[in-house]
């Protein structure tokens, strides 16, 4: 059983990480998702809010687990018995912060192997920060976030 994690922010998750766990998922007998609680960032939601959004919207994939974790990637990694690193690169300006983090998780944990999975075109453009932006303006986010998350950022800024 050759597990993957994919750690990351998801404040919220999108249409964009649903890509790339389906494409990690097609590569690995199960992928582990994981919130990562990043002490540097003041998220919109809270650990646990990311966590039900993710699983409600991974439920009828098979063989993904979502969870959390507060500390180092590599050693949730070993945690949880994952072969390796699922990372997301959408554009060149992904690419210097994703080079360093891979080098130094991989000086960290050499038997650690970070992926990167390309998504569809059509997710490029999209990250979680626009999302927040455009639901705080009451724009229609439907067409890039699973209806969970439509429901939770509607409930988010009607508050
Ligand atoms: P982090 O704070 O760790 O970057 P994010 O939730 O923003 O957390 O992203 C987690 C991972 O998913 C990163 O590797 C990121 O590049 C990738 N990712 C984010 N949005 C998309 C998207 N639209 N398409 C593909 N990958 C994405």
Do not use: C, W
């Not at 050759?2 to 750690?7: A, C, E, F, I, W």
């Not at 540097?40 to 919207?57: A, G, I, N, Q, Y």
């Not at 050693?75 to 983090?101: C, K, N, P, W």
């Not at 455009?134 to 998350?149: E, G, I, K, T």
């Amino acid at each position: 059983m050759r597990k993957v994690l994919y750690p990351g922010t998801f404040d919220p998750v999108t249409n964009g990480h649903i890509d790339i766990i389906n494409r990690a998922r097609e590569m690995f007998d199960g992928v582990i998702v994981t919130v990562a609680v990043n002490p540097t960032k003041t998220p919109l939601f809270s650990v646990e809010e990311r966590v039900e959004m993710l699983r409600k919207s991974v439920a009828d994939i098979d063989n993904i687990t979502v969870d959390s974790f507060d500390g180092l990637v590599v050693d949730h990694a070993h945690e949880t018995g994952a072969v390796g690193i699922i990372r997301g690169l959408r554009a060149l300006s992904d690419f210097e912060y994703e080079f360093q983090m891979a080098l130094m998780n991989r000086k960290l944990a050499g038997d650690l192997t970070t992926v990167f999975l390309i998504p569809h075109e059509k997710y490029t453009y999209l990250n979680s920060s626009i999302v927040r932006n455009l639901a705080s303006l009451n724009s229609d986010v439907s067409d890039f976030v699973p209806p969970v998350v439509v429901e939770m950022l509607k409930s988010k800024f009607s508050k």
